[in-house]
């Protein structure tokens, strides 16, 4: 999806980004890499990512293209928008979408002196998702950021598909200009 919701801005089911992530298994079958993103609990506005944050506010990616890449992906080409607060950030910016082997790799610019956010939604059966070396994993899902960042995990969310989400929400802080890379894969364990 190319922009959240004006109107539903306090709903995550409605905001930008990858909102579907599905895996073909050896046996033909597809799975689901993420759940459907949960409805935001009522404490104010928020988004997935990628969000950026200043003294003065929040910022969020707003694309106003989405075009392929051959069989690189989709590429959303667009700028930040304010989402809270008097937020000063007004550039350009994109964000990838490329398909690998074992999911999908999001990519996005992280410009000098910005805290810029991602969060990836994945399935928590039992409460069970956990964080560690600097990768998430839960419910049949590995998240991989690149570089590490800081993580940090909420669970007991609920969505239309799933009873447990839990919301593992990363976030940098770069010296320098980079491309941050979070890829969403299958543990490997065909079911």
């Known amino acids: 999806r190319g922009r959240n919701s004006v109107t539903r801005g306090d709903d995550l089911r409605y905001d930008a980004g990858l909102v579907a992530a599905k895996r073909r298994l050896a046996n033909g079958t597809w799975r689901d890499l993420i759940p459907r993103r949960p409805l935001l609990p009522a404490k104010g506005f928020d988004a997935a990512g990628p969000v950026i ?3 003065g506010g929040t910022a969020v990616f707003a694309a106003d293209r989405i075009s392929r890449k051959g069989t690189g992906g989709l590429q959303s080409v667009g700028g930040y928008r304010r989402l809270r607060g008097h937020t000063g950030v007004s550039h350009s910016a994109d964000e990838r979408f490329r398909p690998i082997g074992c999911g999908v790799e999001v990519s996005f610019r992280a410009r000098a002196g910005e805290r ?3 969060s990836v939604f994945l399935r928590d059966p039992s409460n069970a998702g956990h964080a560690g070396g600097g990768v998430v994993k839960s419910g049949g899902t590995i998240v991989t950021p690149s570089p590490r960042g800081r993580l940090s995990l909420t669970h ?3 969505s239309a598909s799933d009873p447990r989400v839990m919301r593992a929400r ?3 802080h770069p ?4 491309r941050i890379r979070v890829r969403i894969c ?6």
């Open 53 to 55: 944050h200043t003294h």
């Open 170 to 172: 990363m976030s940098w």
């Open 175 to 178: 010296d320098v200009a980079e």
């Open 156 to 158: 007991n969310w609920i």
């Open 186 to 191: 299958d543990d490997g364990a065909d079911r």
């Open 116 to 118: 810029i956010e991602y």
